[in-house]
């Protein structure tokens, strides 16, 4: 048998050509070199070959070497083993342990994962510096039933065809009822209940004015039972209490809608598995289609679907792990799976493409499909860019992390340990399926199988149905189209396409990697074409500047929107609870589902409200908000000192203190539990009549909040204050989030390119993506400008959510840096390849760009729509506004990205930036490197262009 090298080809490949074209001499004989008996490769282990003494390999020689100008220092060689090799045979030689662990690791985590939903919440928790998080924390220490607190609201009316006045007998007895059922419970200790109220019930107290505040007036057609509870809307008593209030809300003839911050929560959730559940059943084998037609082999998608699988499980069991310590958002767990399908899909096609890409390379050749020189094949040209395409998206998700607020940080946590599992499975689980299941692979590039029907029309259409006919012969390469002027493509390999002055490359032993860089190239292909007319100057200029005028129009819109922190928008759009819950706002007030909660104490620590100024005074302030500030309303405050929107006088409470029984106390004993025993501190519940979470609901809370007293002490504690604490903060710190993570994504990018200028011009191309992107998104949702393509395009508040606003720029940064980068990736290779003198009269910078190009077009565009189409699986099929947002974000962010500035800008700027764009490190090429390698009496590597996709 032939000695093989440590590539796994015959020994024919040691010797080197009879002559090596210099482009700044004659070519210069050199001498075969003997093969040695270390050479030879041991059949049993075709990766662990020993490289030619005198000769290094093509993974021999580093690069980039030398930096500077021009790249005239020393080469750097380094060790015969490429990382990429020991990788390799590391993985063949543990690779019981290295599936063990991963298969163990999944199945643990599959416990953890199952429970990742119901584990998520829409409550909010401002950081312990805001103004809202100190109040709850003194009203929990004045007043510690009010430690914290949720409402549940019954919206009680009449369904449609009977009498519209809810009153009567029945209502009154199940009300009543109910009310003793909800106090049972808190005697038993079971529900730590703050307060239960009701028409009927405020009528029995003689509180005639406040019970008309619980019943629709003009009609008596619709009417409230409230209840409000110390516990924390995510605290498992709140969701007991749910499911107890839930259990009792029907009574014939009557429509009871049970409404509050859990009720919320329990429908966001039960959206959730409804959006994952679509994901798994619809968007899923969509992209492994797609992949299996791209990789024109059904077997090869296994691999795609066990590297989903893993990284799934082990992500959604790391959401919940961090749901006992941090708020982990409904939204997660399908934002979650999507981007897990998009990357994984993603990652696997770059290496199988060039596993497959290889498996024909040898094919064509004549040699036999060793799938274990494949898969290193594989893994060294796409390894790499799977690695710092992956940490870079990982690293705009631990960006988020700065943000002070837990459930935007359990997202980025999450969502980073995704993609780095991601990584983890496509660099493990990949290379090592693809090394031990060889035949089953091996396969996938055979001829005479029902796929080449398929792979014909593939290659039909992608080489230009206008310029070849085809042709169907018994050779290896059974597939052939043949062009007019003679040229011969091989089909089944979608990169390789020969020419009359190749052909005598195509019939000897030589590998395709070896082949002339234009000789490798379809000059009639598009993606040739599109690289050629974007790079030209002017052109590429004009090209430039057309699509940056063109997104001016659509970009001035993105600093014109306006957000939200409004909780509803994670309840599914359709649902009956939001139509409940503007009734209630609409009839009653918002407040009464989320009211505010007012703290006032006295400054002097020697005062109290005994004091009858401090009483009055309370009043006053009270009173002057009312007079002062819009859209506030003196009956929807509710105190000892305030009530049914008339003024207490101190006297009837110190009287009623004494003996609550008398008739006129019946306001004490309503209010009694808003004075704290020390008498130092007074509660104040408000009701807002707008809602309190929307843009007139956060002027409102900060022209309180600038209402100042000399002797009292205001804050203003609730759910509402801490939602846009919360907000405010977020904001704050946003400076902060882009500028760190900027500058960790510059750091990765130059040290990968080893240049300053790339990264630069990478995010400036994002600006104009983010601005594009931002402004569709205020004509989508603020203007509504986009309702006919379905209410899901509109929002009702002409608003757009501010977590959406905050956490898209650096998930649209992240995930449209990765075409970008393989490309870029490309366009190096292809520059560290070529020669000075490039054909057609192109700049070496300029034909590294058409090369990288024409070489991964199809494939980065294929990854792109496979990540657009997850994204728009949400965008589709998700209800939830807040979801359906930032699908709407990525998806057109990533549309116009592959479509627009991958293909169109990214060249033309390259091409338009030429020898700066690597400045300050400038790339040695080959030809310097052989000149080099010949002063020192070594044999060069053969000059070649490496084709590998990604």
Known sequence: MAPRDKYGETSDHLILANTVTDPLKEATPVRETPVQESDVADENSPLTVAPTPSAPSRDAVESPVGYGTGGQSSPKIRKAAPLSEAWCRLLLNHKRPTAAFWVILSFVAIFGAVRLVDA???????????????????????????KESTSFVFYITRPPGLSVNVSSDEL?????????????KNTSGEAKIQQVQHFYSLVKENLIPLSETY?????????????????????QDSKDFYTFLRGRASLPDYEINLVGAPVFEAEAQQAAKNDLVKLAAIVFPLTLLVMAFLLRSLRLIIIGAVCLGVPSSISFAIAWLLSYGLHVSTTTPPFLLALVIATSVSYSLIILCRYREALLERRHNGLSLD?????????????????VSGLTLAVCFFGLCIYPMSSIQSFGISCGFGVLLVVCTALTLTPLMLLVWLPLWEGAVRDNTWWDKWDSLWAYLYSGCCTCRWESETSSASHQLRYDDGAIEDCDSDWNVSHPNIDNHLHSDQNLDELPTDAIIDKNGIWYLLAAATTKFPWGLILVVAVVGATVPVALHSTKFEVTADSTAYVPYDASILVSYKDIGEDFTFGTVYPYYFLLEVSDPDDSFANSFRWEESQQLLLYITQNIANTFVENFDTVSLCQGEEVLQSTYVMCRQDPTLEQCSIYNH????????EKAMLVKYNSKIAPMSEDGKTWLKAVREVATNNLQVSIAGQPAEVIDTMDGVYSNFGIMIGATSFVVILLVAFSFKSALIPIRMLC??????????????????????????SSFTSPTREISYTNALVALPILVGVGLAPDF???????ECRRSATHETADGYSLTTHSVILGMTRTGHIISAAGIVMISCFAGLLIFSKVSVMHQIAFFLTFGLLFETFVIRPLVVPAATALMGEYSWWPCALLNWNTLIKQLRGVGERPPSVSVSVRDA
Request: hydrophobic residues 40%; glycine residues 6%; proline residues 3%.
């Open 671 to 678: 209010t009694k539990g808003y004075m704290s025993p020390s």
């Open 822 to 828: 393989f490309l870029m990736t490309r366009i190096v």
């Open 765 to 790: 191309t994002r600006a104009v993506t983010l601005a594009f992107v931002y402004g569709l998104a205020d004509i989508a949702y603020c203007d509504n400008d986009l309702s006919w393509l379905g």
């Open 172 to 184: 009154e007895t199940y009300l009543t009822g109910l009310t003793d059922e909800i106090l049972m």
């Open 120 to 146: 998520t919440t829409v409550d909010v928790q401002a950081p312990r510096s805001t103004d809202s998080r100190r109040a709850q924390s003194a009203l929990g220490d004045a007043f510690p039933n009010y």
């Open 215 to 235: 019943m629709r007036q003009h009609d008596w057609g619709s009417t409230i039972f409230t209840v409000s509870i110390n516990s924390a809307v995510s605290d």
């Open 371 to 387: 799938g274990n020189i494949a898969t290193r094949k594989a893994v060294v040209h796409a390894g790499e860019t799977v690695v």
